[in-house]
């Protein structure tokens, strides 16, 4: 009776622990579906579906459908040398010109020595096409469901009620959908396949095969869709270039398997008439073996993966494989849920919500919308063992994507990367952690052929390819140097999240490499600081006062930022590591002696460059690195810095530049949400919702979508709530007056904390804490402060006033 009674009690302290477990549980999730009553008609009205390797994008027609497919290792080239063999004696000659003053000269010989070839294209794999009966079709629906990641297209003609399910399955790397109708024997559709890419069709029994090649090397004809100039080292070409034995191969292969009715084939065509039902499964495959293995020569069997992926599935039920689907993707979607409240428009279709927004910025529930297909975004293109997200994700419709649909190191490759820990997505942040570590490898060339330096280095941009040399067009962009050390800040920071000890050894010789060379590399200037030289700030100009235009410098604000940034990540890392104690010593000499952000005597704000230059361009806030990424500018610690760049956001009010889209609404909202000004920090996206967001709910940037404002703003939205980037778990720091009541549940703060927070009338009214580890929290909350020792899954709940 006695252990009856313990029973019982235990029972009723566990069902207790899991109701007030923060994050969020299956049975208090809420519908969250984006929504249309129209097919696409163009690839920005499409639905993005993916699995981290395979993207499509649905446009949902009636009469005939397509799904853009991509994957996500099919890029043009293969490894080559690209290294830079000549600058190397011209350095000592450039770094004399720019203290000097003779920026100018500068300039010329690095943009005549220093850059290199282009990097590769990310390119299209091709086009699942159905072609269906004629329809006049009604009551047309098509949804993305963000609970399950399901599509499903619905609409009624001639008395029957037809419907599409579509998913990108991670467990079955397969796109699957089904077919079905109310009525037996009204399923009937033509299927093919087709490539922008040179390719074959063949049909095997039930299955449509294309085998296509990739070009051997993409020629940039500019670079950018606003750049219609011929720039580059490479020669100018209009057209990819195909050369026999070079170049990725991939197989797109498509199973038909229909229940009742009759099939035939025609040419390339699988033809099913009059079935009761349909279910068709796609998946891809390249050459592919690893960033420096010809792919040609050394490649995967690309069509035995297909084979294997399809024959595995084919005795699979469709709703054994949609739950697998949905056992894999939900519980990692599940895992955060933020509410700003409802209103009446929750059910409207996104363009038309978009609409109303532009006219009366009137919907809070759009906000949190935007902030789950954001999470939704990270999972469908980003998981581990894949490559990382690129400019445009895993989806591309272009032989000639803007910017190459590349990893571009100054800021959007690492943007996309803002919400995987915070939003309890850590396992997504992988990718970029490998990517990074990959980079290290070419990296170490570059710092020995073009500096002559240990350790290992990576510029602008990047490729498959790992290449990690400065590219074409001009210095202004190309001889970025802190590109490793901005990747190294999300080596360390998914250790601060996580606390992998493990996993810090494994990454640690990345970060030290890392450090080495700027220990190497950096100059001194004529007050005896170390600097960056030559140096630029990201793609910014400056006007000098005797009316210069230039952008080579010396030790720019945002290189500086960055550099003490890893030099303290590593003294810490091996510091937990314990040892490398010459090494700590080195790095303390180094950041005693690295130029200090400097406030402008002129303007009051912090100077982009060494010297009191003017900035010449209208755009980009370079400078703010330590606000917006780091951690060396807060209000709390470093209030004169915070007021500097108060002071310039309101005056240069950096969100209202070109669209307000792509890393111009990341950037200025996440530094407005750090120096706890939420109403700010909700305007930037405001306008970003007005001017940039299309009609799928993508963001246009460069005339084409660049995923980075997705993800760049649902960091900035789960920042509003949360932060711990200084030390602190901080509650509620930029809390926009547009939502004073709501509810976000499963953020993730540093140390291991997970938090539910809930709020009314703007004032916080409970949060909730649960640790994974041995570890102290520190939680402010206004002028609150309060620290608490937790214990590994300990929980702890507290009202608005920490108690």
Known sequence: MHRNWIKELIGIF????????????????????????????????????????????????????????????????????????????????????????????????????????WDETYLPAGDLVLDMEEHNATNYRRKLDLNSGVVTIEYSSGGVDFKREVFASYPDKAIVMHISANKSGKISFTSSLASLLRNEVKIEGNQVILNGKAHSHSFHKRRSPYDESEIGVDLVKKYPEYEEGVGMMFQIRLMIKEKGGTTTVDKNSYIVKNADEAELILTVATSYNGFDKNPFTEGKDYDKICEGRI????????????????????????RVNLDLGTSPRDTLPIPERLKKYKEDGE?????????????????????????????????????TPSWSSNWTLNCNAQINY????????????????????????????????????????????????????????????????????????????????????????????????????????????????????PSISLECSYKKPDGTIGWACMGSSMDMQIIRDLFQNCRE???????????????????????????????????????????YTDWGTPHGWGLYAGNQISPLETPEFADAFRKELATTRPWTYMTGGSWVAAISSKMAVRLGDGNMAQTAIDRHFKDAVLPNLTNEFGKSWQIDGNLGVTASIAEMLLQSHTGEVVLLPALPDKFPIGEVKGLSARGGFILDIKWENGKMKEVKVKSKYNNTCKLRYDKLVRSIYMKPGELIVLNGELK
Request: glycine share 8%; aromatic share 10%.
């Open 14 to 117: 566990i069902a207790l622990n899991v109701l007030f477990m923060p994050g969020c549980k299956k049975s208090d999730r809420k519908t969250i579906n984006i929504l249309f009553d129209s097919p696409a008609t163009s690839w920005y009205e499409a639905i993005p579906i993916g699995n981290g390797s395979i993207g499509g994008m649905v446009y949902g027609g009636i009469n005939s459908d397509t799904i853009k497919i991509n994957e996500e290792t099919l890029w043009s080239g293969e490894p080559r040398n690209v290294q830079n063999y000549r600058a190397k004696p011209y350095l000592p000659k450039i770094r004399e010109l720019l203290p000097e003053d003779k920026t100018n000269e500068a300039q010329k010989l690095i943009n005549s020595v220093m850059l290199g070839p």
């Open 311 to 334: 024959r595995k599935i084919d005795d699979v039920s469709y709703k054994k494989l949609k739950q697998n689907h949905i056992d894999d993707y939900s519980p990692l979607f599940s």
């Open 363 to 399: 919907d809070p529930g759009l906000t949190a919308l935007y902030f789950h297909f954001g999470r939704y975004l990270l999972i469908s293109s980003s998981r581990p063992g894949t490559q990382p997200a690129n400019l445009q994700g895993i989806w591309s419709n272009s032989l």
């Open 418 to 533: 803002w919400p995987a820990e915070i939003c309890n997505l850590s396992e997504c942040h992988l990718p970029l952690i490998e990517m990074t570590k990959e980079l290290s490898i070419d990296g170490a060339k570059t710092a020995k052929n073009l500096y002559g330096c240990r350790g290992w280095i990576a510029h602008h941009n990047t490729d498959i390819w790992r290449t990690t040399q400065p590219v074409g067009g001009t210095g202004m962009w190309a001889i970025y140097q802190v590109g490793s050390g901005w990747l190294c800040h999300h080596l360390w920071e998914h250790f601060e999240f996580t606390l992998d000890t493990n996993y810090l050894k494994e990454v640690y010789p990345v970060l030290k490499d890392a450090a080495i060379f700027y220990m190497d590399n950096l100059q001194r200037d004529k007050e005896d600081h170390l600097v960056t030289s």
């Open 573 to 615: 890392a091996a510091t937990i590591l314990r040892g490398d104690k010459d090494f700590i010593t080195d790095l303390d000499k180094s950041l005693e002696q690295l130029l200090p952000i400097r406030i402008s005597p002129t303007t009051g704000w912090i100077q982009p460059w060494k010297d009191d230059w003017v900035h």
